[in-house]
């Protein structure tokens, strides 16, 4: 079946300092690879949508300069926060739509960020 | 008003008992995912379909169309099984709009 895989897994970081989060579809190729945060005891909230080879969408709200999305190739997907704070602690998931397919999307384990 | 509810929000079952998770919606859909997300947070993709009915060992997912509702349903459940699960519809042109979970709780 199709994987989508995240790196790392969990992640602490000092205020101030900055952090990748690697989506990574590993046995399809994926045009459109979608970035939702999720708070405790909420549901998922879409952040951005990125396109390989072009800029992301982001949803009104999300701040572009904070969370930078670069999506190089058709397997890779990087979520760089930027100048992390607290309140940026939160379970980061994405999920790849297979290339050639309108709807067909898996979702990668999530990214579980905490600033302190 | 939701675009996609689950119903119950919380659900104690013993072992063994057979489970259903209700999923309705009310946007159009491409496709309607069912994922599971364990106490640790991690996400597991359990079913994506647009149509008809999945099976993957003891989990079992249905969608009706024209009802816009779908079922999770969970055969001879386990601890294991304890986590919170998703529905989330939409795909296509639209995004996914997420349902707000289940949390399942199965006791030995």
């Known amino acids: 079946g199709a994987v989508v895989s995240q790196h790392p897994s969990w992640v602490i970081c000092k205020s101030g300092t900055s952090v990748k989060i690697e989506c990574r579809s590993l046995?399809?190729?994926?045009?459109?690879m979608f970035w939702y945060r999720q708070f405790p005891k909420q549901s998922l909230m879409l952040m951005a949508t990125s396109n390989e080879g072009s800029k992301a969408t982001y949803e009104q709200g999300v701040e572009k300069d904070k969370f930078l999305i670069n999506h190089a190739s058709l397997t890779l997907s990087t979520l760089t926060v930027t100048s992390a704070h607290p309140e940026d602690s939160s379970f980061y998931i994405c999920s790849a739509r297979v290339a050639g397919t309108a709807y067909e999307q898996y979702f990668g384990p999530g990214t579980r960020l905490t600033v302190t | 008003k939701n675009e996609v509810e689950q119903s119950p929000q919380n659900l104690t079952a013993q072992e063994g008992e057979f489970i259903t998770i209700n999923c309705s919606y009310s946007?159009?859909?491409?496709?309607l995912h069912w994922l599971q997300q364990h106490p640790g947070g991690g996400i597991v993709s359990l079913f994506m379909l647009s149509s008809g009915k999945k099976k993957h060992g003891r989990l079992i997912a249905t969608i009706n169309i024209q009802e816009k509702h779908s079922s999770l349903h969970i055969t001879a459940s386990h601890p294991r099984d304890s986590a919170v699960y998703i529905c989330a519809a939409g795909g296509g042109a639209n995004n996914l709009f997420f349902g707000t979970g289940t949390r399942l709780t199965v006791i030995p």
């Open positions: 946007v159009g859909i491409s496709a």
């Open positions: 046995d399809f190729q994926a045009t459109t």
